[in-house]
Protein backbone atom coordinates (compact mmCIF):
# COMPACT_ATOMS: atom_id res chain seq x y z
CA UNK A 1 0.00 0.00 0.00
CA UNK A 2 1.39 3.24 -0.92
CA UNK A 3 2.15 5.44 1.91
CA UNK A 4 0.12 8.59 2.57
CA UNK A 5 1.41 11.55 1.78
CA UNK A 6 1.68 14.27 4.72
CA UNK A 7 0.27 17.60 3.52
CA UNK A 8 2.65 20.78 5.33
CA UNK A 9 2.90 24.16 4.33
CA UNK A 10 4.91 26.91 6.39
CA UNK A 11 2.07 29.63 8.17
CA UNK A 12 2.05 32.47 10.78
CA UNK A 13 0.22 31.06 13.76
CA UNK A 14 -1.79 33.14 16.21
CA UNK A 15 -2.43 30.87 19.57
CA UNK A 16 -5.05 33.10 22.08
CA UNK A 17 -6.93 32.46 25.21
CA UNK A 18 -8.87 34.60 27.71
CA UNK A 19 -6.74 35.16 31.17
CA UNK A 20 -7.36 34.27 34.17
CA UNK A 21 -10.65 32.48 32.88
CA UNK A 22 -11.25 30.17 35.15
CA UNK A 23 -11.67 33.05 37.90
CA UNK A 24 -13.89 35.32 35.66
CA UNK A 25 -16.58 31.90 35.12
CA UNK A 26 -16.14 31.49 39.23
CA UNK A 27 -17.20 34.51 39.50
CA UNK A 28 -19.93 35.31 36.69
CA UNK A 29 -20.62 32.49 35.00
CA UNK A 30 -23.63 34.11 32.73
CA UNK A 31 -21.80 37.57 32.39
CA UNK A 32 -18.31 36.26 31.64
CA UNK A 33 -19.57 34.01 28.27
CA UNK A 34 -21.92 36.46 27.06
CA UNK A 35 -19.30 39.16 27.45
CA UNK A 36 -17.06 36.76 25.66
CA UNK A 37 -19.22 35.95 22.76
CA UNK A 38 -19.52 39.89 22.30
CA UNK A 39 -16.21 40.28 22.34
CA UNK A 40 -15.42 37.84 19.85
CA UNK A 41 -17.92 38.41 17.70
CA UNK A 42 -17.94 42.30 17.14
CA UNK A 43 -13.92 42.87 17.93
CA UNK A 44 -11.82 39.24 17.22
CA UNK A 45 -13.65 37.34 14.20
CA UNK A 46 -13.67 41.09 12.57
CA UNK A 47 -10.40 41.70 12.78
CA UNK A 48 -9.17 38.01 11.71
CA UNK A 49 -11.68 38.53 8.30
CA UNK A 50 -10.13 42.01 7.80
CA UNK A 51 -6.56 40.67 7.92
CA UNK A 52 -6.86 37.51 6.05
CA UNK A 53 -7.02 35.16 8.74
CA UNK A 54 -8.58 31.47 9.06
CA UNK A 55 -10.32 30.32 11.94
CA UNK A 56 -8.79 27.18 12.73
CA UNK A 57 -11.04 26.02 16.01
CA UNK A 58 -12.03 27.64 19.06
CA UNK A 59 -11.89 25.96 22.42
CA UNK A 60 -13.84 27.40 25.19
CA UNK A 61 -11.45 30.71 26.50
CA UNK A 62 -8.72 29.86 23.47
CA UNK A 63 -8.35 30.32 19.85
CA UNK A 64 -6.46 28.93 16.90
CA UNK A 65 -5.77 31.04 13.96
CA UNK A 66 -3.66 30.31 11.02
CA UNK A 67 -2.33 33.60 8.74
CA UNK A 68 -0.52 33.61 5.07
CA UNK A 69 1.64 36.37 6.69
CA UNK A 70 3.05 37.33 9.76
CA UNK A 71 2.78 40.83 9.32
CA UNK A 72 -1.18 40.13 9.02
CA UNK A 73 -1.05 37.83 12.20
CA UNK A 74 0.74 40.65 14.31
CA UNK A 75 -1.40 43.35 12.88
CA UNK A 76 -4.39 41.80 13.88
CA UNK A 77 -2.86 40.79 17.53
CA UNK A 78 -2.33 44.12 18.22
CA UNK A 79 -5.50 45.68 16.63
CA UNK A 80 -7.30 43.10 19.11
CA UNK A 81 -5.64 43.92 22.36
CA UNK A 82 -6.28 48.15 21.41
CA UNK A 83 -9.72 47.52 20.77
CA UNK A 84 -10.04 45.06 24.05
CA UNK A 85 -8.41 47.75 26.25
CA UNK A 86 -10.52 50.22 24.66
CA UNK A 87 -13.69 48.59 25.50
CA UNK A 88 -12.17 47.18 29.23
CA UNK A 89 -11.34 51.51 29.66
CA UNK A 90 -15.37 51.85 29.01
CA UNK A 91 -15.98 49.55 32.13
CA UNK A 92 -19.26 47.72 30.47
CA UNK A 93 -19.12 44.12 31.91
CA UNK A 94 -16.58 41.81 32.88
CA UNK A 95 -13.08 42.64 32.28
CA UNK A 96 -11.78 39.99 29.75
CA UNK A 97 -8.36 40.62 28.33
CA UNK A 98 -6.69 38.23 25.80
CA UNK A 99 -2.95 36.84 25.59
CA UNK A 100 -2.00 36.00 22.39
CA UNK A 101 0.99 34.07 21.12
CA UNK A 102 2.46 34.32 17.40
CA UNK A 103 4.85 31.94 15.55
CA UNK A 104 5.99 31.48 12.04
CA UNK A 105 6.47 27.71 11.51
CA UNK A 106 5.44 24.20 9.52
CA UNK A 107 2.47 22.63 9.85
CA UNK A 108 0.64 19.84 8.90
CA UNK A 109 -2.74 19.65 7.29
CA UNK A 110 -5.70 17.43 8.65
CA UNK A 111 -8.68 18.28 6.81
CA UNK A 112 -9.53 21.51 8.38
CA UNK A 113 -7.54 21.37 11.54
CA UNK A 114 -3.79 22.15 11.60
CA UNK A 115 -1.23 20.27 13.91
CA UNK A 116 2.91 20.57 14.77
CA UNK A 117 5.53 21.94 16.23
CA UNK A 118 4.28 25.42 14.69
CA UNK A 119 1.27 25.28 16.42
CA UNK A 120 2.56 24.08 19.32
CA UNK A 121 5.36 26.57 20.03
CA UNK A 122 2.85 29.27 19.19
CA UNK A 123 0.69 27.91 22.31
CA UNK A 124 3.37 28.20 24.77
CA UNK A 125 4.49 31.59 23.23
CA UNK A 126 1.09 32.65 24.53
CA UNK A 127 1.21 31.30 28.30
CA UNK A 128 4.87 33.76 28.23
CA UNK A 129 2.29 36.87 27.31
CA UNK A 130 1.10 38.99 30.15
CA UNK A 131 -2.95 39.78 30.09
CA UNK A 132 -3.53 42.19 27.08
CA UNK A 133 -0.36 41.47 25.66
CA UNK A 134 0.92 40.01 21.88
CA UNK A 135 4.31 37.52 21.99
CA UNK A 136 6.43 36.92 19.12
CA UNK A 137 8.57 34.14 18.30
CA UNK A 138 12.37 34.63 16.97
CA UNK A 139 11.18 33.16 13.54
CA UNK A 140 7.94 35.43 13.79
CA UNK A 141 9.76 38.57 14.72
CA UNK A 142 12.33 38.63 11.98
CA UNK A 143 9.55 38.61 9.45
CA UNK A 144 7.75 41.76 10.98
CA UNK A 145 11.02 43.57 12.14
CA UNK A 146 10.83 46.90 9.84
CA UNK A 147 7.62 46.05 8.39
CA UNK A 148 5.11 47.60 10.52
CA UNK A 149 4.53 50.89 12.54
CA UNK A 150 4.92 48.48 16.28
CA UNK A 151 7.72 48.69 18.59
CA UNK A 152 9.18 45.06 19.91
CA UNK A 153 10.46 44.56 23.14
CA UNK A 154 13.10 41.70 23.42
CA UNK A 155 12.30 39.60 26.35
CA UNK A 156 15.22 36.98 25.94
CA UNK A 157 15.16 33.44 25.70
CA UNK A 158 12.50 31.16 27.37
CA UNK A 159 12.06 27.35 27.97
CA UNK A 160 8.91 26.51 26.69
CA UNK A 161 7.20 23.72 28.00
CA UNK A 162 8.04 20.42 25.69
CA UNK A 163 9.84 22.33 23.03
CA UNK A 164 13.40 20.87 23.24
CA UNK A 165 15.27 24.42 22.31
CA UNK A 166 15.37 27.38 24.15
CA UNK A 167 12.62 30.76 21.91
CA UNK A 168 13.86 34.03 22.21
CA UNK A 169 10.59 35.61 22.80
CA UNK A 170 9.37 39.88 21.76
CA UNK A 171 6.52 41.90 22.71
CA UNK A 172 4.82 43.92 20.53
CA UNK A 173 4.13 47.11 21.65
CA UNK A 174 1.24 49.59 19.60
CA UNK A 175 2.51 52.78 18.54
CA UNK A 176 -0.77 53.68 16.32
CA UNK A 177 -2.35 56.42 16.80
CA UNK A 178 -5.50 55.40 18.74
CA UNK A 179 -3.23 53.73 21.19
CA UNK A 180 -0.97 56.46 22.01
CA UNK A 181 -4.25 58.62 22.51
CA UNK A 182 -5.43 56.11 25.20
CA UNK A 183 -2.15 55.91 26.89
CA UNK A 184 -2.38 60.24 27.13
CA UNK A 185 -4.15 61.98 29.10
CA UNK A 186 -7.44 63.83 27.38
CA UNK A 187 -5.69 67.28 27.52
CA UNK A 188 -2.91 66.09 24.91
CA UNK A 189 -5.09 64.35 22.51
CA UNK A 190 -5.92 67.62 21.54
CA UNK A 191 -4.70 69.29 18.60
CA UNK A 192 -0.91 70.94 18.87
CA UNK A 193 -1.34 74.85 18.24
CA UNK A 194 0.60 75.38 15.33
CA UNK A 195 4.13 77.59 15.77
CA UNK A 196 4.84 80.86 14.54
CA UNK A 197 6.67 79.67 11.69
CA UNK A 198 6.05 76.98 8.75
CA UNK A 199 6.10 74.18 10.24
CA UNK A 200 6.72 70.15 8.53
CA UNK A 201 6.21 66.41 8.79
CA UNK A 202 7.77 64.37 6.11
CA UNK A 203 5.95 60.70 6.11
CA UNK A 204 7.91 57.51 4.85
CA UNK A 205 7.46 57.51 0.63
CA UNK A 206 6.13 54.88 -0.75
CA UNK A 207 8.21 52.13 -2.47
CA UNK A 208 7.11 51.83 -6.23
CA UNK A 209 9.86 49.39 -6.76
CA UNK A 210 7.66 45.77 -6.76
CA UNK A 211 10.41 44.95 -3.95
CA UNK A 212 9.90 44.76 -0.25
CA UNK A 213 13.80 44.52 0.36
CA UNK A 214 13.63 48.10 -1.75
CA UNK A 215 11.55 49.54 1.72
CA UNK A 216 14.65 50.49 3.59
CA UNK A 217 16.13 52.56 0.46
CA UNK A 218 12.63 54.50 0.39
CA UNK A 219 12.57 55.30 4.06
CA UNK A 220 16.10 56.55 3.91
CA UNK A 221 15.54 58.88 1.05
CA UNK A 222 12.80 60.53 3.33
CA UNK A 223 14.53 60.93 6.25
CA UNK A 224 17.34 62.38 4.59
CA UNK A 225 15.10 65.22 3.24
CA UNK A 226 13.59 65.47 6.35
CA UNK A 227 17.16 65.61 8.54
CA UNK A 228 17.96 68.62 6.02
CA UNK A 229 14.85 70.34 6.93
CA UNK A 230 15.66 69.70 10.42
CA UNK A 231 18.79 71.72 10.33
CA UNK A 232 17.11 74.91 9.13
CA UNK A 233 16.64 77.68 11.68
CA UNK A 234 12.99 79.00 10.42
CA UNK A 235 11.10 75.45 9.90
CA UNK A 236 9.68 73.31 12.66
CA UNK A 237 10.22 69.90 11.28
CA UNK A 238 8.31 66.66 13.13
CA UNK A 239 10.83 64.26 14.28
CA UNK A 240 10.99 60.97 11.98
CA UNK A 241 10.13 59.22 14.98
CA UNK A 242 6.71 60.49 14.86
CA UNK A 243 6.12 61.13 11.25
CA UNK A 244 6.67 57.53 10.54
CA UNK A 245 3.99 56.15 12.60
CA UNK A 246 1.95 56.61 9.78
CA UNK A 247 3.90 53.93 7.58
CA UNK A 248 1.13 51.97 5.80
CA UNK A 249 -1.76 54.18 6.79
CA UNK A 250 -4.24 55.53 4.36
CA UNK A 251 -5.11 58.88 6.51
CA UNK A 252 -6.52 62.08 5.89
CA UNK A 253 -3.34 65.24 5.30
CA UNK A 254 -5.30 67.33 7.35
CA UNK A 255 -5.60 64.59 10.27
CA UNK A 256 -2.25 64.29 10.29
CA UNK A 257 -1.47 67.79 10.09
CA UNK A 258 -4.07 68.06 13.15
CA UNK A 259 -2.02 65.03 14.96
CA UNK A 260 1.21 66.31 14.53
CA UNK A 261 0.88 69.66 14.92
CA UNK A 262 2.28 70.41 11.35
CA UNK A 263 1.02 72.89 9.03
CA UNK A 264 2.56 71.34 5.82
CA UNK A 265 2.85 67.33 4.69
CA UNK A 266 5.18 66.13 2.34
CA UNK A 267 4.40 62.75 1.11
CA UNK A 268 6.21 61.10 -2.08
CA UNK A 269 7.15 57.64 -3.76
CA UNK A 270 9.98 55.89 -4.90
CA UNK A 271 11.03 53.84 -7.84
CA UNK A 272 14.53 51.78 -8.20
CA UNK A 273 14.80 50.04 -11.17
CA UNK A 274 18.75 48.80 -11.85
CA UNK A 275 20.95 52.27 -11.73
CA UNK A 276 17.75 54.28 -12.21
CA UNK A 277 16.19 55.68 -9.40
CA UNK A 278 12.80 57.82 -9.77
CA UNK A 279 11.42 60.30 -7.30
CA UNK A 280 8.29 61.96 -6.52
CA UNK A 281 6.86 64.42 -3.83
CA UNK A 282 4.39 66.82 -3.14
CA UNK A 283 3.70 68.84 -0.24
CA UNK A 284 0.50 70.04 1.12
CA UNK A 285 -0.91 72.45 3.32
CA UNK A 286 -2.60 70.29 6.08
CA UNK A 287 -4.90 73.19 6.61
CA UNK A 288 -7.02 72.75 3.55
CA UNK A 289 -5.79 69.47 1.95
CA UNK A 290 -4.49 72.17 -1.27
CA UNK A 291 -1.37 71.13 -2.63
CA UNK A 292 1.43 73.56 -2.51
CA UNK A 293 4.11 72.06 -4.65
CA UNK A 294 4.82 69.04 -6.44
CA UNK A 295 7.90 67.52 -8.63
CA UNK A 296 9.48 64.53 -10.39
CA UNK A 297 12.90 63.58 -10.38
CA UNK A 298 14.87 61.30 -12.41
CA UNK A 299 18.59 60.45 -12.28
CA UNK A 300 21.66 57.49 -11.57
CA UNK A 301 21.26 55.84 -8.59
CA UNK A 302 24.71 57.20 -7.67
CA UNK A 303 22.98 61.07 -7.85
CA UNK A 304 20.30 60.19 -5.41
CA UNK A 305 21.51 62.88 -3.43
CA UNK A 306 21.70 65.43 -5.34
CA UNK A 307 18.09 64.55 -6.23
CA UNK A 308 17.01 64.66 -2.84
CA UNK A 309 18.36 68.09 -2.66
CA UNK A 310 16.54 69.23 -5.21
CA UNK A 311 13.62 68.19 -3.41
CA UNK A 312 15.02 69.88 -0.43
CA UNK A 313 15.61 73.58 -2.17
CA UNK A 314 12.31 73.05 -3.76
CA UNK A 315 10.91 72.80 -0.35
CA UNK A 316 12.40 75.85 1.00
CA UNK A 317 11.29 77.72 -1.91
CA UNK A 318 7.75 77.08 -1.79
CA UNK A 319 7.54 78.17 1.74
CA UNK A 320 9.74 81.34 0.96
CA UNK A 321 12.30 80.18 3.32
CA UNK A 322 15.31 82.41 3.58
CA UNK A 323 18.46 80.79 4.79
CA UNK A 324 21.31 82.39 6.57
CA UNK A 325 25.07 82.05 4.59
CA UNK A 326 26.09 79.33 7.20
CA UNK A 327 23.12 77.62 7.00
CA UNK A 328 23.26 77.22 3.25
CA UNK A 329 26.39 76.01 3.59
CA UNK A 330 25.61 73.58 6.21
CA UNK A 331 22.10 72.38 4.66
CA UNK A 332 23.56 71.95 1.25
CA UNK A 333 26.85 70.15 1.96
CA UNK A 334 27.90 67.78 -0.75
CA UNK A 335 28.17 63.91 -0.09
CA UNK A 336 29.22 60.92 -1.49
CA UNK A 337 29.03 57.60 -1.15
CA UNK A 338 26.12 54.60 -1.87
CA UNK A 339 22.95 54.93 -1.12
CA UNK A 340 23.02 51.25 -0.86
CA UNK A 341 23.99 52.10 2.86
CA UNK A 342 20.59 52.80 4.15
CA UNK A 343 19.80 49.04 4.12
CA UNK A 344 22.19 48.11 6.25
CA UNK A 345 22.20 51.53 8.22
CA UNK A 346 17.93 51.47 8.68
CA UNK A 347 17.99 47.46 9.55
CA UNK A 348 20.81 48.60 11.79
CA UNK A 349 18.66 50.60 13.97
CA UNK A 350 15.87 48.35 14.04
CA UNK A 351 17.96 46.56 15.96
CA UNK A 352 19.42 48.75 17.98
CA UNK A 353 16.35 49.81 19.51
CA UNK A 354 15.44 46.51 20.93
CA UNK A 355 18.33 47.15 23.53
CA UNK A 356 19.69 43.98 24.02
CA UNK A 357 23.38 42.22 23.93
CA UNK A 358 22.40 39.99 21.35
CA UNK A 359 20.49 42.78 19.26
CA UNK A 360 23.67 45.61 19.91
CA UNK A 361 26.24 43.19 18.80
CA UNK A 362 24.10 42.46 15.53
CA UNK A 363 23.46 46.38 15.11
CA UNK A 364 27.11 46.83 15.66
CA UNK A 365 27.50 44.62 12.63
CA UNK A 366 24.91 46.13 10.13
CA UNK A 367 26.49 49.76 11.30
CA UNK A 368 29.90 48.18 10.24
CA UNK A 369 28.66 46.95 7.20
CA UNK A 370 26.84 50.44 6.38
CA UNK A 371 30.48 52.36 6.65
CA UNK A 372 31.97 49.63 4.25
CA UNK A 373 29.79 50.48 1.80
CA UNK A 374 30.34 54.23 2.31
CA UNK A 375 33.21 55.22 5.02
CA UNK A 376 31.35 58.83 5.37
CA UNK A 377 27.93 58.42 6.44
CA UNK A 378 27.82 60.19 9.31
CA UNK A 379 24.71 58.15 10.78
CA UNK A 380 25.98 55.37 10.75
CA UNK A 381 28.83 56.54 12.46
CA UNK A 382 27.18 58.41 15.02
CA UNK A 383 24.50 55.09 15.83
CA UNK A 384 27.91 52.63 15.81
CA UNK A 385 29.19 54.83 18.45
CA UNK A 386 26.04 54.93 20.63
CA UNK A 387 25.81 51.10 20.39
CA UNK A 388 29.63 51.04 21.06
CA UNK A 389 28.81 53.14 24.84
CA UNK A 390 26.13 50.93 25.64
CA UNK A 391 28.22 48.18 24.94
CA UNK A 392 30.45 49.13 27.25
CA UNK A 393 28.14 50.67 29.86
CA UNK A 394 26.77 47.59 30.62
CA UNK A 395 29.40 45.33 30.34
CA UNK A 396 28.68 43.62 26.96
CA UNK A 397 32.46 44.07 25.91
CA UNK A 398 34.98 43.11 28.60
CA UNK A 399 37.38 46.05 27.84
CA UNK A 400 35.05 48.82 29.11
CA UNK A 401 38.07 51.62 28.40
CA UNK A 402 39.46 50.53 25.02
CA UNK A 403 35.09 50.36 23.88
CA UNK A 404 34.97 54.08 24.69
CA UNK A 405 37.46 54.84 23.19
CA UNK A 406 36.19 52.87 19.83
CA UNK A 407 32.92 55.21 20.60
CA UNK A 408 34.92 58.45 20.65
CA UNK A 409 37.16 57.49 17.48
CA UNK A 410 33.54 57.12 15.77
CA UNK A 411 32.65 61.09 16.59
CA UNK A 412 35.87 61.88 15.92
CA UNK A 413 35.67 60.58 12.60
CA UNK A 414 32.01 61.21 11.81
CA UNK A 415 33.15 65.09 12.59
CA UNK A 416 36.21 65.12 10.17
CA UNK A 417 33.45 64.23 7.82
CA UNK A 418 31.47 66.72 8.44
CA UNK A 419 32.31 69.13 11.00
CA UNK A 420 28.51 70.40 11.10
CA UNK A 421 27.19 66.97 11.72
CA UNK A 422 24.39 66.91 14.69
CA UNK A 423 24.45 63.09 15.14
CA UNK A 424 28.36 62.97 15.69
CA UNK A 425 28.03 65.48 18.55
CA UNK A 426 25.11 63.47 20.57
CA UNK A 427 27.12 60.46 19.87
CA UNK A 428 29.99 62.09 21.79
CA UNK A 429 28.18 63.59 24.31
CA UNK A 430 26.56 59.90 25.03
CA UNK A 431 29.88 58.30 25.30
CA UNK A 432 31.54 61.65 27.50
CA UNK A 433 28.26 61.17 30.27
CA UNK A 434 29.12 57.61 30.61
CA UNK A 435 32.61 58.45 31.48
CA UNK A 436 31.79 60.78 33.63
CA UNK A 437 32.72 63.98 31.82
CA UNK A 438 29.44 65.74 32.48
CA UNK A 439 30.95 69.35 30.72
CA UNK A 440 31.91 67.78 27.53
CA UNK A 441 28.69 65.73 27.49
CA UNK A 442 26.91 69.07 27.93
CA UNK A 443 29.17 71.21 25.66
CA UNK A 444 28.13 68.31 22.79
CA UNK A 445 24.36 68.39 23.67
CA UNK A 446 24.32 72.43 22.81
CA UNK A 447 26.30 71.99 20.05
CA UNK A 448 23.80 69.82 18.56
CA UNK A 449 20.78 71.91 18.80
CA UNK A 450 23.01 74.81 17.70
CA UNK A 451 23.02 72.68 14.41
CA UNK A 452 19.97 70.87 14.54
CA UNK A 453 17.42 73.14 16.08
CA UNK A 454 14.87 70.59 14.86
CA UNK A 455 15.69 67.75 16.36
CA UNK A 456 14.17 66.43 18.67
CA UNK A 457 16.68 63.67 19.42
CA UNK A 458 19.43 66.09 19.80
CA UNK A 459 16.93 67.69 22.74
CA UNK A 460 16.25 64.54 24.20
CA UNK A 461 19.93 63.79 24.57
CA UNK A 462 21.13 67.52 25.53
CA UNK A 463 18.15 66.72 28.32
CA UNK A 464 19.77 63.52 29.58
CA UNK A 465 22.99 65.57 29.59
CA UNK A 466 21.61 67.93 31.93
CA UNK A 467 19.55 65.76 33.88
CA UNK A 468 22.51 63.82 35.04
CA UNK A 469 24.96 66.99 35.40
CA UNK A 470 21.75 68.28 37.95
CA UNK A 471 19.96 70.49 36.16
CA UNK A 472 17.05 69.12 36.09
CA UNK A 473 14.82 72.33 35.02
CA UNK A 474 16.77 72.58 32.01
CA UNK A 475 16.41 69.15 31.09
CA UNK A 476 12.33 69.48 31.89
CA UNK A 477 12.26 71.74 29.39
CA UNK A 478 14.41 70.74 27.02
CA UNK A 479 12.35 67.21 26.99
CA UNK A 480 9.40 69.15 26.54
CA UNK A 481 10.82 70.49 23.08
CA UNK A 482 11.42 67.51 22.18
CA UNK A 483 8.11 66.09 22.73
CA UNK A 484 6.33 68.98 20.77
CA UNK A 485 9.19 67.83 17.94
CA UNK A 486 8.17 64.25 17.94
CA UNK A 487 4.28 64.04 19.68
CA UNK A 488 3.85 60.78 18.93
CA UNK A 489 6.29 57.83 19.56
CA UNK A 490 7.80 59.86 22.69
CA UNK A 491 8.24 57.27 25.34
CA UNK A 492 12.57 57.95 25.22
CA UNK A 493 11.91 61.65 26.49
CA UNK A 494 8.78 60.78 28.65
CA UNK A 495 10.74 58.62 30.91
CA UNK A 496 13.54 61.59 31.19
CA UNK A 497 10.73 64.11 31.57
CA UNK A 498 9.48 61.81 34.43
CA UNK A 499 12.64 61.57 36.08
CA UNK A 500 13.28 65.69 36.02
CA UNK A 501 10.19 65.74 37.43
CA UNK A 502 10.78 63.26 40.30
CA UNK A 503 14.03 65.64 40.96
CA UNK A 504 12.20 68.74 41.18
CA UNK A 505 9.28 67.78 43.70
CA UNK A 506 6.76 67.69 41.10
CA UNK A 507 6.04 63.57 42.55
CA UNK A 508 2.17 63.14 40.77
CA UNK A 509 3.49 63.97 37.62
CA UNK A 510 6.23 61.71 37.81
CA UNK A 511 3.98 58.70 38.78
CA UNK A 512 1.67 59.98 35.86
CA UNK A 513 4.32 60.15 33.30
CA UNK A 514 5.74 56.68 34.12
CA UNK A 515 2.89 55.38 34.55
CA UNK A 516 1.98 55.93 30.86
CA UNK A 517 4.78 54.81 29.44
CA UNK A 518 5.11 51.31 31.24
CA UNK A 519 1.00 50.53 29.59
CA UNK A 520 2.67 51.16 26.32
CA UNK A 521 6.47 49.59 27.68
CA UNK A 522 5.22 47.31 30.54
CA UNK A 523 8.98 45.46 31.38
CA UNK A 524 10.77 49.16 30.92
CA UNK A 525 13.13 49.22 33.88
CA UNK A 526 14.23 52.52 33.73
CA UNK A 527 10.51 53.36 34.06
CA UNK A 528 9.39 51.58 36.93
CA UNK A 529 12.61 52.54 38.51
CA UNK A 530 10.91 56.22 38.62
CA UNK A 531 7.55 54.80 39.37
CA UNK A 532 8.51 52.72 42.31
CA UNK A 533 10.55 56.13 43.91
CA UNK A 534 7.32 58.26 43.12
CA UNK A 535 5.15 56.16 44.60
CA UNK A 536 7.45 55.28 47.86
CA UNK A 537 7.51 59.40 48.34
CA UNK A 538 4.08 60.13 47.52
CA UNK A 539 3.55 57.53 50.43
CA UNK A 540 1.86 54.68 48.22
CA UNK A 541 4.21 52.38 49.64
CA UNK A 542 2.06 49.14 48.80
CA UNK A 543 2.06 49.92 45.15
CA UNK A 544 5.81 50.33 45.53
CA UNK A 545 6.30 47.29 46.42
CA UNK A 546 4.69 45.61 44.14
CA UNK A 547 6.30 47.33 41.44
CA UNK A 548 9.94 46.63 42.90
CA UNK A 549 8.67 42.96 42.92
CA UNK A 550 7.72 43.28 39.21
CA UNK A 551 11.14 44.79 39.10
CA UNK A 552 12.95 41.67 40.54
CA UNK A 553 10.78 38.86 38.34
CA UNK A 554 12.05 40.08 35.14
CA UNK A 555 15.59 40.90 36.79
CA UNK A 556 16.24 38.43 39.67
CA UNK A 557 19.64 39.60 40.33
CA UNK A 558 18.72 43.41 40.49
CA UNK A 559 20.26 45.27 43.42
CA UNK A 560 20.13 48.79 44.56
CA UNK A 561 23.72 49.20 44.46
CA UNK A 562 24.18 47.62 40.58
CA UNK A 563 21.25 49.94 39.63
CA UNK A 564 23.02 53.12 41.10
CA UNK A 565 25.77 52.07 39.07
CA UNK A 566 24.22 52.41 36.08
CA UNK A 567 23.19 56.14 37.05
CA UNK A 568 26.17 58.58 35.67
CA UNK A 569 24.85 61.19 37.71
CA UNK A 570 27.47 64.18 38.89
CA UNK A 571 26.39 64.53 42.22
CA UNK A 572 25.96 61.48 44.67
CA UNK A 573 22.51 63.78 46.28
CA UNK A 574 20.91 63.07 43.54
CA UNK A 575 21.82 59.65 42.99
CA UNK A 576 21.09 58.58 46.73
CA UNK A 577 17.75 61.09 46.63
CA UNK A 578 16.83 58.52 43.56
CA UNK A 579 17.86 55.36 45.12
CA UNK A 580 17.11 55.57 48.37
CA UNK A 581 13.16 54.82 47.69
CA UNK A 582 13.74 52.03 45.90
CA UNK A 583 16.00 49.91 48.58
CA UNK A 584 13.26 51.20 50.87
CA UNK A 585 10.43 49.78 48.78
CA UNK A 586 12.44 46.07 48.93
CA UNK A 587 14.62 46.26 46.28
CA UNK A 588 18.17 44.70 47.99
CA UNK A 589 21.16 46.42 48.78
Known sequence: MAETRVERRLAAIFAA????????????????????????????????AQHH????????????????????????????????????????????????????????????????????????????????????????????????????????????????????????????LSAVSSANSPAETKPLPLPDKPSIAVLPFHNMSGDPEQEYFADGIAEDVLTTLSKIQE????????????????????????ILGARYVLEGSVRKAGKRVRLAAQLIDSLNGAHVWADRFEGDLDDVFELQDRITQDIVA????????????????KRSGSPLVYEHFHKGRTLYVNFAKHTHAQARSEFERALEINPVFTPALGLLGFTLTDQARFGWEKD????????????????????????????????????????????????????????????????????????????????????????????????????????????????????????EKPRWLTAQSILVAALWNLGNEDESRVMVSKMLANHPNLTASRWGQRLPYRHQKDLDSFVTPLRLAGLPE
Not at 118 to 123: E, L, M, P, T
Open 235 to 258: LMVIARNSSFVFKGQVRDIREIGR
Open 53 to 176: GRIVKTTGDGMLVEFASAVDAVTCAVEVQRKMAQRAAEGNGPRIQFRVGINIGDIIIDGDDIFGEGVNIAARVENECEPGGVCLSSTAFEQVRGKTGFSFEDLGERSLKNIEQPVRLYAAHSVD
Open 400 to 519: EATTYEAALDCAARALKIDPDSPDAYVALGYTRLYQRRHDDALAAGEKAIALSPNNAGAYHMAALFHSYDGNFRKAAQYEEQAQRLSPLRRNESMVDAARAKFHLGDLVAARDIASRVLT
Open 17 to 48: DVAGYSRLMGADEVGTLSALKTHRREVVDHAI
Open 318 to 333: ALEVRLTFGEQVRVWR
